[in-house]
């Protein structure tokens, strides 16, 4: 069972796919590399060049049902979930408080929140904002966290958050190299740490943002250890299903590799390819 928490294969609904055609194309396209249940993850209070996306809990909920149904007339063994991916805007507090019915959990099971940190800067409410999710009873996951440029630089932060019960969740594609060397070196540190509990496609489009989940998790199989691979293969399972999951005891990054991750790491070595 493959299940990725993150990713944006529902139609309309942000920069993912533009209609249901090309959702069925991202489909097939997640069922070839041996992907089975994927869970929707929208973009929600997020701006993205001149769009806001801003997404109803109960239009995703009917939109999910709709894929599914259009996944069996196609016959693609593909089984959608629903979730959200929050941005960490300026009001989240508030709305924390006052709009709590507008967060929806990954797979509607009042568990998980998949939470989206800006990538040039980091919110001074960030802290506030993860206590105040765990707080209403859920537990927050960092979606790639790589992508922050203050996190890259301050990678203490990040061991902090961990410490503090948030999860994180990595880009396969960081991973394996694809978004460039810094992203995938910056990863493989965190992954060295147990600092990572989740990788995730973040897939938008059959061609040009593709599931890329399974071949990140053989790198990982490849280069640390099929353990490994394993350990983040079972947590998404569980965010599925609603339980707990499994958190290796993390390691602070040594402040002497702080910034030795921004351009080498260890697997990089001559004959491995980045």
């Given at each position: 069972m493959i299940v990725d928490i993150h990713n944006h294969i529902l139609p309309g609904l942000d920069d993912g796919p533009k209609n249901?055609?090309?959702?069925?194309?991202?489909?097939?396209?997640?069922?070839e590399t041996g992907i089975n249940h994927v869970i929707a993850t929208p973009h929600h209070?997020?701006?993205?060049?001149?769009?806001?996306?801003?997404?109803?809990?109960?239009?995703?909920?009917d939109q999910v049902n709709k894929a599914n149904e259009l996944l069996v007339d196609h016959r693609i063994p593909l089984t959608i979930y629903p979730g959200l991916e929050i941005h960490m805007y300026e009001d989240i507090l508030k709305d924390l408080d006052y709009k709590l019915e507008s967060f929806l959990s990954l797979n509607d099971n009042g568990k998980f929140l998949l939470i989206e940190l800006p990538c040039h800067y980091y919110p001074s409410h960030t802290e506030d904002a993860l206590k105040r999710i765990q707080e209403k009873g859920f537990i927050p996951i960092i979606a790639h966290p790589e992508r922050n440029r203050v996190l890259r630089g301050n990678p203490e932060k990040i061991y902090s958050l961990v410490q503090n019960r948030a999860l994180v969740q990595l880009t396969a594609g960081s991973i394996t190299g694809q978004h460039g060397r810094r992203l995938k070196n910056f990863s493989l540190h965190l992954l060295n740490h147990d600092l990572v509990h989740f990788v995730a496609s973040d897939a938008h489009h059959h061609i040009r943002r593709k599931f890329e989940l399974v071949s990140s998790y053989e790198y990982i199989n490849e280069k640390f250890s099929a353990e490994l691979s394993r350990y983040l293969k079972d947590n998404a399972v569980q965010i599925i299903e609603g339980k707990e999951v499994s958190?290796?005891?993390?390691?602070?990054?040594d402040k002497k590799r702080q910034y030795f991750f921004l351009y080498n790491h260890p697997l990089n070595s001559k004959g491995v390819s980045i």
């Amino acid at each position: 069972m493959i299940v990725d928490i993150h990713n944006h294969i529902l139609p309309g609904l942000d920069d993912g796919p533009k209609n249901w055609e090309e959702t069925i194309l991202l489909a097939k396209q997640a069922v070839e590399t041996g992907i089975n249940h994927v869970i929707a993850t929208p973009h929600h209070k997020h701006v993205h060049r001149e769009h806001f996306y801003e997404n109803d809990p109960l239009n995703i909920l009917d939109q999910v049902n709709k894929a599914n149904e259009l996944l069996v007339d196609h016959r693609i063994p593909l089984t959608i979930y629903p979730g959200l991916e929050i941005h960490m805007y300026e009001d989240i507090l508030k709305d924390l408080d006052y709009k709590l019915e507008s967060f929806l959990s990954l797979n509607d099971n009042g568990k998980f929140l998949l939470i989206e940190l800006p990538c040039h800067y980091y919110p001074s409410h960030t802290e506030d904002a993860l206590k105040r999710i765990q707080e209403k009873g859920f537990i927050p996951i960092i979606a790639h966290p790589e992508r922050n440029r203050v996190l890259r630089g301050n990678p203490e932060k990040i061991y902090s958050l961990v410490q503090n019960r948030a999860l994180v969740q990595l880009t396969a594609g960081s991973i394996t190299g694809q978004h460039g060397r810094r992203l995938k070196n910056f990863s493989l540190h965190l992954l060295n740490h147990d600092l990572v509990h989740f990788v995730a496609s973040d897939a938008h489009h059959h061609i040009r943002r593709k599931f890329e989940l399974v071949s990140s998790y053989e790198y990982i199989n490849e280069k640390f250890s099929a353990e490994l691979s394993r350990y983040l293969k079972d947590n998404a399972v569980q965010i599925i299903e609603g339980k707990e999951v499994s958190k290796n005891t993390p390691r602070k990054i040594d402040k002497k590799r702080q910034y030795f991750f921004l351009y080498n790491h260890p697997l990089n070595s001559k004959g491995v390819s980045i």
